[in-house]
């Protein structure tokens, strides 16, 4: 009989757990875990340097903000547990979980039924509105939102169009030792090729913003949102964010970009 593989992150809709995870992982590589908001009942958490590291890249890392995507909380812990690059290499400011209680109630809006990567825009929700003031004035070598699709049949990236060379290749090469590329020609309205969208960013197309606009518009020199299939093996959706920014991570610190200068559209 074929052997049944077990699934490692079983408590995946415990935020306690996670966070009670996160502590030990965050000590270790030099990071405090702060509060920054409350929602739902629960408390946001955000991930930066006790003291950054002069003249290292600035690392930006999110998950959960769709709660029903818990490859992304678990991969966004797993890969900062797991990396082989040393704790001085970069710093990083991470959220582990952006929308707590729609990960306890496995639902991909938050208490009040808003997708809140779609109200980048809006000042009157209150927790993009405190990750904004947080992330207010701050500069990133390169940003990385986690996330989950139910109608994938593969991993794909956006990739907002931009620097090159193009990253976004090699990470998805890196993810392809655990999960297919999603082989789509069309995602969400866009055309993707190989796994990868790259798209612009179109304010009027899109006028519900979401992170990933905020963070090119404002913060990040190179920005990307990766997919993992929500219906594949758990480990897998995990291994395979884990094997993208550790891929994407390496590539920033061998690749520096040039002295940052405001990007705006
Ligand atoms: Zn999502």
Known sequence: MPRVQPIRHLRAHDYGHLIRRWRPVARAHGLR????????????????????????????????????????????????????????????????????WGIVNNMRTDAEGRDLNRTYHDDSVPQTTAHKALLSGRRFDLALALHEDYDANGIYIYEIKGRRPHWAGAMLAAAARHLPIDTRRT??????????????????????????????????????????????HLDARVAAHVAVVETAVRLCLDQPPPPQTAIYI
């Not at 909380?73 to 952006?98: I, K, S, Y």
């Not at 899109?206 to 518009?217: I, N, Q």
């Open 187 to 232: 995602i969400e309205g866009r055309s993707s090729r190989a796994g990868i969208v790259r798209r612009k960013i179109d304010f009027d197309q899109m006028p519900l913003h979401p992170e990933a606009f905020t963070l090119h518009c404002h913060h990040a020199a190179r920005t990307f949102t990766i997919e993992t299939p929500s219906e594949a």
């Open 33 to 100: 875990l702060m509060p920054f908001a409350s929602a739902g009942g629960y408390e946001l958490y955000c991930v930066e340097p006790r003291r950054p590291h002069p003249a290292r890249p600035w690392i930006y890392l999110s998950a959960g903000i769709h709660g029903d995507e818990v490859g992304s909380t678990e991969g966004c812990l797993e890969w900062l547990a797991t990396t082989r690059l040393a704790p001085d290499d970069f710093n990083l400011m991470a959220f582990p979980c952006l929308n707590p």
